[in-house]
């Protein structure tokens, strides 16, 4: 019998599973709902628990159930993350004080007949901090325990919970992989995508999956810790790392689609062929990437001779450019822009902000410098400040261009990247006098359409010793025991913000230019082929 295609068989799937759910709801009440699994740490020895939470009576549905800590979403929650965190507050008294996420899970539906409802659920999972508050429970439940994730089906409890907490597990394997992403607070974007494409190839040849035999599981388990990865192992550089590991998916995808590949349950050439392919592909993906900063480099110097083309008088002798972090993308298309202007007698003036805490601002005058080679040419006309954040006002003036990097971009043209980055660019274009264009210049896969994006206001904040490292001992010792002493003093560590598509000028991409339409179109490409790649696994 002719097998069909992956990527056709993927497709029929998803056609019919919209037809089924557009007949099947139409008459059935729709109710979005998050559901929150609060975990102690997985690292621990007795290894992660849950807390499960027993219905009141006075509850309209699954009255005396066991249930994690849900509840519906609001016309007036920004997403369903924040959804969870209100819920959990209002229901346990913890907040953000208290826990953290620990990861998300895939959405899914189901269907109840008797409440003639249709659910859709978002599950996420958040760990305790350490001196987490106890849980307080209010009217909604009459008590609380925590159990193993294997000690959940001895319990009755509201329909499909099982789904929802295997969706926020993970394997150890996998586990160490979101934690190697997790904590590298070094790497850019683009340097995180190619670790998590090598952590997947990893997740291919490892033990844990020696014991699937069939090609069919093995295909999926591998998407299930590829969206895993992508979703959860750094979401605020999370859509260079989507971009990269769906695309490679969807190759291996359209290979496995050849008439001489197709899959088949318990054909061991086929998972041999699998797993061979996944490895081909994903080292490819890795090559590329490390192989495509020349394209966007190229873009950005046709950018800054076009534009100063256009200057009354003629281009300036000195181009003055204002920059801030470390991104590997900037450094590289600086390097270039240098070097041309240089060569040619033309003058740059660089002035970056050190970029606390990790000063990776002077890091990248080191990277440049060391890369020029004491090139006579380049040193007689390149002139390089590196100011303090705070001054940015002042280090604005005069400048041509303020470069920003991308983290990610929303489909209307929104910018994540480092802190300080909104502070700049509202100096660079509301200060009256000022001329200066606010330049984004990143890879085309930064530009995302996630489903999660609906929380994209939230600041990422990581651990405040490392702002708190770079204080003298004194003022350090002073604040740690103001703390012990009960004064509520914070250190905050925030690592990104969001720059408004208002305040940029010009989107520069290794495509070249690119218009709010063309940002758009990008964001809703990487919307289908996500939901391509997974609509069709179950749990």
């Known amino acids: 019998m002719r097998r069909l295609p992956v990527n056709l068989i993927s497709r029929l799937r998803?056609?019919?599973?919209?037809?089924?759910?557009?007949?099947?709801?139409?008459?059935?009440?729709?109710?979005?709902?998050?559901?929150?699994?609060?975990?102690?740490?997985?690292?621990?020895?007795?290894?992660?628990t849950?807390?499960?939470?027993?219905?009141?009576?006075?509850?309209?549905?699954?009255?005396?159930?066991?249930?994690?800590?849900?509840?519906?979403?609001?016309?007036?929650?920004?997403?369903?993350?924040?959804?969870?965190?209100?819920?959990?507050?209002?229901?346990?008294?913890?907040?953000?004080?208290?826990?953290?996420?620990?990861?998300?899970?895939?959405?899914?539906?189901l269907i109840d007949e008797n409440l003639k409802t249709q659910w859709t659920i978002h599950p996420f999972a958040w760990q305790l901090k350490p001196h987490s508050k106890p849980i307080k429970l209010d009217w909604e439940h009459t008590e609380y325990q925590f159990i193993k994730p294997e000690e959940l089906a001895k319990l009755d409890h509201v329909p499909?919970?099982?789904?929802g907490l295997r969706r926020v597990l993970v394997s150890p394997d996998l586990e160490r992989s979101l934690s190697v992403l997790k904590n590298d607070h070094e790497s850019g974007a683009q340097a995180l995508a190619i670790k998590a494409l090598e952590l997947l190839v990893e997740n291919v040849n490892g033990d844990e999956l020696s014991n699937i035999t069939s090609?069919?599981?093995?295909?999926?388990?591998?998407?299930?810790?590829?969206?895993?990865?992508?979703?959860?192992?750094?979401?605020?550089?999370?859509?260079?790392?989507?971009?990269?590991?769906?695309?490679?998916?969807?190759?291996?995808?359209?290979?496995?689609?050849?008439p001489g590949l197709r899959l088949k349950d318990g054909s061991e050439s086929d998972l041999r062929n699998l797993k061979k392919i996944l490895e081909t592909t994903l080292s490819e993906r890795i090559s590329t990437l490390q192989h495509t900063?020349?394209?966007?480099?190229?873009?950005?110097?046709?950018?800054?001779?076009?534009?100063?083309?256009?200057?009354?008088?003629?281009?300036?002798?000195?181009?003055?450019?204002v920059t801030l972090s470390?991104?590997?993308?900037?450094?590289?298309?600086?390097?270039?822009?240098?070097?041309?202007?240089?060569?040619?007698?033309?003058?740059?003036?660089?002035?970056?902000?050190?970029?606390?805490?990790k000063f990776e601002g002077v890091r990248v005058v080191n990277t440049l410098i060391k890369s020029f080679d004491s090139d006579p040419e380049i040193m007689k006309n390149f002139?390089?400040?590196?100011?303090?954040?705070?001054?940015?006002?002042?280090?604005?003036?005069?400048?041509?261009?303020?470069?920003?990097?991308?983290?990610?971009?929303?489909?209307?043209?929104?910018?994540?990247?480092?802190?300080?980055?909104?502070t700049a660019a509202i100096v660079a274009k509301k200060n009256p006098e000022s001329k200066c264009k606010v330049l984004a210049l990143y890879q085309s896969d930064k530009i995302t359409d996630s489903s999660f994006e609906g929380g994209h206001l939230k600041i990422e904040s990581n651990d405040p010793s490392?702002?708190?490292?770079?204080?003298?001992?004194?003022?350090?010792?002073?604040?740690?025991?103001?703390?012990?002493?009960?004064?509520?003093?914070?250190?905050k560590n925030r690592y990104f913000e969001w720059v408004p598509k208002a305040l940029v000028d010009a989107h520069i991409t290794e495509r070249g230019l690119l218009s709010q339409d063309d940002i758009g179109r990008i964001g809703n490409e990487a919307r289908v082929l996500e939901e391509e790649l997974f609509q069709d696994l179950s749990s």
């Open 14 to 48: 998803i056609h019919q599973a919209r037809l089924i759910h557009k007949k099947m709801s139409s008459n059935l009440r729709q109710r979005a709902v998050v559901s929150s699994f609060i975990c102690t740490p997985p690292q621990t020895p007795t290894g992660l």
């Open 50 to 109: 849950f807390a499960l939470f027993k219905r009141s009576e006075e509850i309209r549905t699954y009255p005396g159930k066991w249930a994690v800590c849900s509840g519906s979403i609001d016309a007036t929650d920004t997403s369903p993350e924040n959804a969870a965190k209100r819920e959990i507050l209002e229901e346990t008294s913890l907040s953000d004080e208290d826990i953290f996420l620990l990861r998300r899970g895939k959405p899914f539906s």
């Open 160 to 163: 499909q919970l099982e789904i």
């Open 215 to 258: 090609p069919l599981e093995f295909w999926k388990e591998i998407r299930w810790r590829a969206w895993h990865l992508a979703k959860n192992g750094r979401p605020s550089m999370g859509a260079a790392i989507e971009a990269s590991m769906f695309r490679s998916l969807d190759a291996v995808r359209k290979k496995l689609d050849d």
């Open 293 to 321: 900063l020349s394209n966007l480099s190229d873009s950005f110097e046709k950018f800054i001779e076009k534009d100063q083309e256009d200057y009354e008088g003629g281009a300036p002798k000195t181009t003055n450019i």
């Open 326 to 357: 470390a991104s590997g993308t900037i450094t590289a298309a600086l390097s270039k822009l240098i070097r041309t202007h240089t060569k040619s007698g033309r003058e740059i003036k660089l002035t970056i902000l050190e970029s606390r805490p």
């Open 383 to 422: 002139k390089v400040d590196i100011v303090s954040d705070a001054s940015i006002a002042t280090a604005l003036e005069g400048a041509h261009f303020l470069l920003l990097g991308a983290d990610k971009v929303l489909p209307d043209g929104s910018v994540s990247n480092k802190i300080g980055s909104l």
């Open 466 to 491: 490392e702002l708190m490292e770079s204080w003298p001992s004194k003022c350090t010792e002073d604040i740690v025991g103001a703390q012990k002493a009960g004064w509520q003093v914070g250190a």
